[in-house]
Nanobody, 124 residues
Framework: QIQLVESGGGLVQAGGSLRLSCAAS????????MAWFRQAPGKEREIVAA????????YYADSVKGRATISRDNAKNTVYLQMNSLKPEDTAIYYC?????????????????WGQGTQVTVSS
């Protein structure tokens, strides 16, 4: 099975940028649909972006379209989330997740493996 470790979170001012990293081990991330989710206090975990297995297609939540880019470095077995023009409402714990199968699930329940999360805080 695949293990996931996120990094790159932190405190950033509104309008700034962050790049989150998800280092995978155990299996190649290419064999999975990889996604970034986030969860703010008192809210449900929501999908931010996803990259279909093999890197074939991507999905972005409406709230981050035009501001986020999900990418893979296959040589490093790492998935990235670049977030630009950050807003205070982007504040959350960001999780990397992996799903078996050929589709791009958008619900957290459909993902099989999770990292521990990394905190992103955007100050106004």
């Amino acid at each position: 099975q695949i293990q996931l470790v996120e990094s790159g979170g932190g405190l950033v001012q509104a309008g700034g940028s962050l790049r989150l990293s998800c280092a995978a081990s155990g299996r190649s991330a290419l064999a999975y649909t990889m996604a970034w989710f986030r969860q703010a206090p008192g809210k449900e975990r929501e999908i931010v972006a996803a990259s279909q297995w093999g890197g074939r297609d991507t999905y972005y939540a409406d709230s981050v379209k035009g501001r986020a880019t999900i990418s893979r470095d296959n040589a490093k077995n790492t998935v990235y989330l670049q977030m630009n023009s950050l807003k205070p409402e982007d504040t959350a714990i960001y999780y990397c997740a992996a799903a078996n199968g050929i589709l791009i699930p958008t619900k957290a329940a459909n993902y099989d493996y999770w990292g521990q999360g990394t905190q992103v805080t955007v100050s106004s």
